[in-house]
């Protein structure tokens, strides 16, 4: 029964903001670390960014570090992911993902079928 998905995908020009949002059910949302991964057109897995469980510890690739902030509403077991100052390489489809265990952040067991996110003039 564990579902993950993601809204708020879309059309938006460089230098833009969008916030993409995953909802969550089926397990104990606020037990466990949350990851996005987004994957570009022809490219393969890129992990993006993780939040722990109370969301007072988070996570970012280098690539999206100062530009998108993951956090978490455990009383609505949503994921949010706002991103801002979109570029060109943002695109790509993003998938919200479970973490395998809830002590550590590492493997992800859970994934939604993606929001496609494109950045483009």
């Known amino acids: 029964q564990v579902q993950l998905v993601e809204s708020g995908g879309g059309l938006v020009q460089p230098g833009g903001s969008l916030r993409l949002s995953c909802a969550a059910s089926g397990f104990t949302f606020s037990n466990y670390w949350m990851h996005w991964v987004r994957q570009a057109p022809g490219k393969g897995l890129e992990w993006v960014s993780c939040i722990n469980s109370g969301g007072d510890t988070t996570y970012y690739a280098d690539s999206v570090k100062g530009r998108f902030t993951i956090s978490r509403d455990n009383a609505k077991n949503t994921l949010s992911l706002q991103m801002n100052s979109l570029k060109s390489k943002d695109t790509a489809v993003y998938f919200c993902?479970?973490?395998?265990?809830?002590?550590?952040?590492?493997?992800?067991?859970?994934w939604g079928k993606g929001t496609l996110v494109t950045v483009s003039s």
């Open positions: 993902a479970k973490a395998v265990l809830i002590t550590w952040p590492h493997g992800m067991d859970y």
